[in-house]
């Protein structure tokens, strides 16, 4: 069973940063895609970030600049770090694993983020 724990989420001001962790835990094919996902209060589940297991990285266009995605593969860990951060970034951040070869799609429980002006 594939569990995903997130951790770093709180409470930051405008301007300031956040570094979101998701580590992964089970059996999980080794390629795959890691991401972050955001949903904020009465709006739909959005991208924010996704990083493939070779690395190729894509943003949504309200992050990029601002935030980076990275990935630790030994350890099954995602990484977002939030710079710049906006009041409107605020919103439960979900992380992500895409499996490829299997079409699988594991969640983790999600991290509230909030961004005070």
């Known amino acids: 069973q594939v569990q995903l724990v997130e951790s770093g989420g709180g409470l930051a001001q405008a301007g300031g940063s956040l570094r979101l962790s998701c580590a992964a835990s089970?059996?999980?094919?080794?390629?795959?895609?890691m991401g972050w996902y955001r949903q904020a209060p009465g709006k739909q589940r959005e991208l924010v970030a996704t990083?493939?297991?070779?690395?190729?990285?894509t943003y949504a266009d309200s992050v990029k600049g601002r935030f980076t995605i990275s990935r630790d593969n030994a350890k099954n860990t995602v990484y977002l770090q939030m710079n710049s951060l906006k009041p409107e970034d605020t919103a439960v951040y979900y992380c992500?694993?895409?499996?490829?070869?299997?079409?699988?799609?594991?969640w983790g429980q999600g991290t509230q983020v909030t961004v005070s002006s």
């Open positions: 992500n694993i895409f499996e490829t070869i299997t079409g699988r799609m594991y």
């Open positions: 089970g059996s999980i094919f080794s390629i795959n895609a």
């Open positions: 990083i493939a297991s070779g690395g190729t990285t």
